[in-house]
Every structure is written in C-alpha cells, then in structure tokens.
Nanobody
C-alpha cells in the first residue's frame, strides 16, 4: 500500500557531494517525521538525519555541518544533500517515514529498500 523509493546513491571521491532523494507513494493520509539512516558492513544501522513535519531537523554528530536534510510535503519526498563526503560515510542509506494511511489514524514506520553510497578514491 505504501512505497518508499530512494535514488541518488553512487560512487564519489572523498570531498565530493551526492544528493539522495526518497519519494513516498500509496494510500498516504499523513506523514510525520522523515529521515535517513545508514548501515555500514558489520555495523548496526544508525540515524543520519531526521526532519519533522514542522521542519525541525536533527543530525548525527558525525555529519553535522556536512549533510542537510529537507523535505517537499507536496511531493511526499525527503532529500539528503551530502557534501564533503568521507570514506567513513560509505554505507547503505535507508529512507524512513512515519506515516498513516487512509482509514487508519495510527502512524507506522516505513522503510525504503536502501541505496549504496561509496566514498573512495
């Protein structure tokens, strides 16, 4: 009923930039918080950045000043602009949305399929 589709990952050199996008579609009634998480090989999934429905942003300390999260509510889309990328940013990046669907006022977590970001020279 709901899909989150990510795009924008790829291979980039250290110091480079990438912009991730995640579009939510389906029988969506309302979206609360949207965010990005990442998981590197052998590590647990961790929060990168989240943005609330009132546009309050929160970032992991490791990406503050380099990454910027934003959203377009008309398009049910969240973005992650990543600048000055470092090799340690290499991971699979997952989009998350807390949303409710029509005829159900409860909010649930939905996840995208993930997009690979590799930072290497």
């Amino acid at each position: 009923q709901v899909q989150l589709v990510e795009s924008g990952g790829g291979l980039v050199q250290p110091g480079g930039s990438l912009r991730l996008s995640c579009a939510a579609s389906g029988r969506i009634r309302s979206i609360n918080t949207m965010g990005w998480y990442r998981q590197a090989p052998g590590k647990q999934r961790e929060l990168v950045a989240v943005i609330t429905s009132s546009d309050r942003e929160n970032y992991a300390d490791s990406v503050k000043g380099r990454f910027t999260i934003s959203r377009d509510n008309a398009k049910n889309t969240v973005y992650l602009q990543m600048n000055n990328l470092k090799p340690e940013d290499t991971a699979v990046y997952y989009c998350n949305a807390q949303l409710s669907i029509y005829y159900d006022s409860r909010y649930y977590d939905y996840w995208g399929q993930g997009t690979q970001v590799t930072v290497s020279s």
